[in-house]
């Protein structure tokens, strides 16, 4: 599946994401939980250290938007992506 992704307030992430703030990213899966999984095999333990918490979900402290409009809360790790989704991940700001 093939999503665009937007990570906004999350300078450290700069050099890893190869200075892209959003960009294509394809994935094997459907869940927020497989994108965020598939992205800390791609880019490594920083997108973990960013984003993640101690239980491998997105941390509360980050804010995931779908579609630019619908903010992902309770149970967002197993929300269901579709092919084109834009997601964006914000940090506290």
């Keep these: 599946m093939k999503v665009t992704l937007n990570f906004e307030g999350m300078p450290v992430l700069y050099r890893v994401l190869n200075k892209k703030k959003e960009f294509e990213f394809e994935f094997p899966g459907a869940t927020l939980r497989e994108l965020t999984q598939s992205l800390v095999r791609k880019f490594g333990q920083s997108i973990s250290k960013t984003i993640l918490d101690g239980n491998g979900d997105v941390d509360f402290e980050i804010r995931v938007v779908l579609n630019n409009g619908t ?8 929300t269901l992506l579709n092919e084109g989704d834009i997601v964006a991940f914000r940090g506290a700001s």
């Design 71 to 78: 903010y992902l809360t309770e149970s967002r790790m197993d």
